[in-house]
């Protein structure tokens, strides 16, 4: 999604004054030679050795991403929320073209390279009252523990009759959250940074009910949301999105998106699950098999008891960790489950003809136990 209206444009700069930063994007030189630029490790590298504080260093970041990524306007209103950041910036540093998703991941990813914490963030915009008909996605940065907005897309210039005009400025550099959630509504409200988030009735109105909310301490949330699993990461962000109101038709594409991810989470986890229950049995059977050998070998080389019963328990804990993987598999909440009768089915049948070998040795190892030592004693 392209932003082009001077008057939004003004406006935030009349708000904003430039007050907060004294660095600005255009006041630094980064000029980085076309050889360090093919990949953000080169790029971050290059800013990491010529830049010597946060400040200057996302100025730079915000410098380079504007003046050397071109606006792809052949795909205005293609916004691929499904790619993945690495998909996003190998693509768009290639071409050095790209439109919202690969602007914002570039420069989130050059952040973080750089030691600076930053989100990329997904949602929708408004312009003029209205919100545009596709989603956007931008930035969040901290800097000093300071959380501020940046949308390299809507600073890198303007689309003027189907053709992009590269304009470069900072107008949406370094934006408070209290005046960015003017223009910019994430899907997910933790990530307005706002101890009272905007709802979307609020968004599409311009008038927040601050008086009637509950406070709401984004910081101890964020710091939360950060320890947590990608899978809890993911199921508190929809339970966020579901309760916030937003019309089925804006949200919907981004809800399938996060259930798609959680059950792709699910489906990997109990993949690992399976895979690790298939290795518990194959290591149980191999030692069983060698119990096997040993036996049709006459017991030979002699082994104690204790051996042997060692053996055999070490079996009995594999095939209890082996089941106890599949109960989970089979507890799990992803759509596709595995079918795990069939393993289910070798390990029940190898704790059966396990029970039977441990019942033969316990009689013959006891008979023989006995008659050494009668044959001693004589």
Not at 250 to 279: G, P, S
């Amino acid at each position: 999604m392209k932003f082009f209206l001077f008057s939004t444009f003004l406006f935030l700069f009349l708000r904003n004054g430039f007050s907060q930063n004294n660095i600005q994007p255009e006041n630094l030189h980064v000029n980085i030679p076309s050889a360090k630029s093919n990949s953000t490790l080169d790029i971050a590298g290059f800013i990491n050795q010529h830049f010597d504080t946060d400040d200057k260093k996302i100025a730079a970041i915000y410098n380079w991403v504007t003046n050397n990524i071109k606006y792809d306007a052949d795909s205005i209103h293609y916004v691929i929320l499904d790619e993945d950041n690495e998909q996003r910036v190998t693509y768009a540093l290639r071409r050095k073209r790209g439109v919202c998703e690969n602007f914002a991941a570039i420069f989130n990813d050059l952040c973080l390279k750089c030691g600076i914490p930053s989100y990329t963030i997904e949602g929708f915009t408004k312009q003029m009252g209205t919100i545009d008909r596709s989603p956007h996605v931008w930035c969040a940065a901290s800097i000093d523990g300071n959380w501020a907005f940046y949308d390299p897309t809507w600073d890198a210039g303007q689309i003027r009759n189907g053709t992009f005009i590269n304009e470069t400025n900072s107008h949406f550099f370094k934006i408070p959250p209290d005046i960015f959630i003017d223009t910019h509504l994430p899907f997910d409200p933790l990530f307005q940074f706002l101890n009272y988030p905007v709802t979307y009735k609020e968004f599409i109105s311009g008038q927040r009910e601050k008086e009637s909310k509950k406070y709401f301490n984004y910081m101890d949330s964020i710091k939360s949301y950060e320890k947590m699993e990608r899978l809890d990461q993911y199921l508190s962000s929809l339970s966020r999105m579901k309760k916030e109101g937003w019309p089925s038709q804006k949200i919907d594409t981004k809800v399938k998106r996060v259930q798609l991810e959680i059950e792709l989470i699910h489906q990997d986890t109990d993949m690992d699950l399976y895979d690790a229950a298939v290795l518990d049995y194959n290591q149980a059977i191999q030692i069983f098999n060698t119990f096997l050998v040993y036996r049709n070998n006459q017991f030979q080389p002699q082994k104690t008891k204790e051996e042997v019963e060692s053996n055999f328990n070490h079996i009995q804990k594999l095939i209890i960790s082996g089941k106890q993987k599949l109960i989970k598999v089979n507890a799990s909440s992803a759509t596709l489950q595995l079918d795990t009768g069939d393993l289910q089915k070798r390990l029940d049948d190898l704790e059966v003809n396990l029970k039977t070998q441990q019942n033969f040795i316990k009689i013959n190892l006891f008979i023989k136990s006995k008659s050494d030592s009668a044959t001693t004693k004589s």
